[in-house]
């Protein structure tokens, strides 16, 4: 039995994919429990230096997750951050983080099936590539 | 052409700046007092002084990080990537464009003490300042370029044999024209970025913070690698960002004095590389 299973560590903006997943859960989708949700009040506050020290810290996925491109409740928060994360990536993809270990995407309040989806579709990416190596070590119990 | 030729001509201009009151205070390359073979950062106050500035290939460092925060008109003795910190500088407010005279050096490359060219100049291609207030051309042909390093592959084992080699010690913020911020990430107490102890993982949040910090910003100046001690490979991280930038976003820092940097702004139809469904290279 292989008892690893990762830890996601997940920034989800308070006034979409927050509400979103309450409702993947009240309406009682199931997806799996890897993810430890972090509440921002937009993905314009994920500050890259949060994703940054969440891998060296030993996550093994970080997930962000905002409201879609022109529903942002500051407007263009999510338009300053979806540049940030495509910039973040390519620098992580530079220094040998795997792709698929850092996700992107847009979640509304009304999706909670859309949340329960990604969340299923992450934590089978992120245990594919098994525990984050980047310091030398393995993941510590976060 | 040469840099005896240049040398002389900026001579006689900062002479007449600083005669005829135009400038202050030039800022430009000296011989040192206890290191030769190299040319390092001097001030000009008095138009006989002058003659002290020098130019040749060894006028390595980068001297926009010499006049943030002055007052008064300074006149800088600025590389073709001097003038691009200057110019972004001005974009970013931190410095007012009548504050500043731009001598614009045409500029064949500078080179390391066996006189190869460096490498950030060695992948080059301006020879000319975009922004300046008087140039001053005529650089000799450039210079051969060492071999191609080890520019390949990006993974995560040479990113963490880049990491071994740093010791933390901060030179390359303190060369960079774009650290300017009074508390750095690394300095502050709260929130506190760094793991308990400076290991590895102290490295990679420093030097992964810095290249998004640099994001969009960088000039390309090879200020961070000349200075580092310990031979770290500091640019090709920021390198590749700079180049996405560049393609996804078509910005090209400090090409003018008002471009804000790309990550300070965003655009409706940005497109999503690597996002959630989207082509994850
Ligand atoms: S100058 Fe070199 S050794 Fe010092 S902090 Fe920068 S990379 Fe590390
Ligand atoms: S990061 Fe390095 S190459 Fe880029 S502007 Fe700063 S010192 Fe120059
Ligand atoms: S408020 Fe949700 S992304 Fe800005």
Redesign the pocket.
């Given at each position: 039995m292989n008892a690893w299973t990762p830890v996601i560590v997940a920034f989800l903006c308070n006034w979409c994919s927050y509400a979103g997943a309450d409702l993947a859960g009240t309406g009682r989708q199931q997806y799996p429990p890897n993810i430890r949700i972090i509440r921002v009040p937009c993905s314009g506050r994920v500050n890259p230096m949060f994703i940054i020290k969440a891998l060296v810290d030993g996550a093994d996925g970080v997930m962000v997750s905002g409201c879609h491109p022109g529903d942002c409740h500051y407007l263009a928060g999510n338009l300053y951050a979806r540049r940030r994360f495509a910039v973040l990536k390519k620098l992580l993809v530079t220094a040998g983080v795997e792709p698929d270990r850092v996700h992107f995407t847009w979640v509304s309040a009304s999706e909670g099936t859309r949340f329960a989806e990604v969340v299923r579709g992450v934590t089978e990416a992120v245990t594919a590539l098994g525990p984050n190596k980047m310091t030398g070590g393995g993941a510590g119990e976060l | 052409m040469s840099f005896e030729l240049q040398e002389k001509s900026l001579r006689e201009l900062c002479e007449s700046l600083l005669r005829d009151g135009v400038a202050e205070i030039v800022v430009g390359f000296g011989e040192s007092a206890f290191a030769s073979g190299i040319a390092v950062p001097i001030t000009v106050k008095k138009p006989e002084d002058a003659a002290k500035l020098s130019w040749n290939s060894r006028c390595v460092p980068s001297l926009a990080r010499y006049i943030a925060g002055r007052k008064g008109v300074a006149a800088l003795v600025a590389k073709p990537c001097d003038a691009r910190a200057v110019a972004s500088l001005i974009a970013e407010r931190q410095l007012d464009r009548d504050n500043i005279y731009i001598i614009g050096m045409e500029c064949a490359g500078m080179t390391d003490a066996d006189g190869s060219a460096l490498a950030a100049c060695a992948e080059c291609s301006s020879r000319r300042a975009p922004v300046f207030d008087s140039e001053i051309t005529g650089a000799p042909e450039a210079f051969d370029a060492p071999d191609e390093r080890s520019a390949g592959e990006n993974s995560a084992d040479r990113f963490r044999g880049?990491m071994d080699?740093?010791?933390?010690?901060?030179?390359?913020?303190?060369?960079c024209y774009g650290c300017y911020c009074e508390t750095c990430f690394m300095d502050r107490g709260a929130p506190n970025w760094q793991p308990s102890e400076p290991d590895i993982g102290a490295?990679m949040i420093?030097?992964l913070g810095r290249a998004m910090h640099l994001a969009g910003r960088c000039v390309e100046c090879g200020a961070?690698?000349n200075?580092?001690?310990?031979?770290?490979n500091?640019r090709y991280l920021i390198k590749s960002v700079t180049d996405f930038i560049e393609c996804e976003y078509g910005f090209h820092a400090g090409m003018d004095t008002k471009t804000l940097p790309a990550l300070q702004t965003y655009s409706a139809s940005d497109g999503e590389p690597g996002f959630w469904g989207k082509n994850n290279e």
């Open positions: - | 880049e080699k740093c010791i933390l010690c901060f030179s390359c913020r303190q060369a490295k420093y030097h961070c690698e200075v580092c001690a310990s031979g770290v500091i």
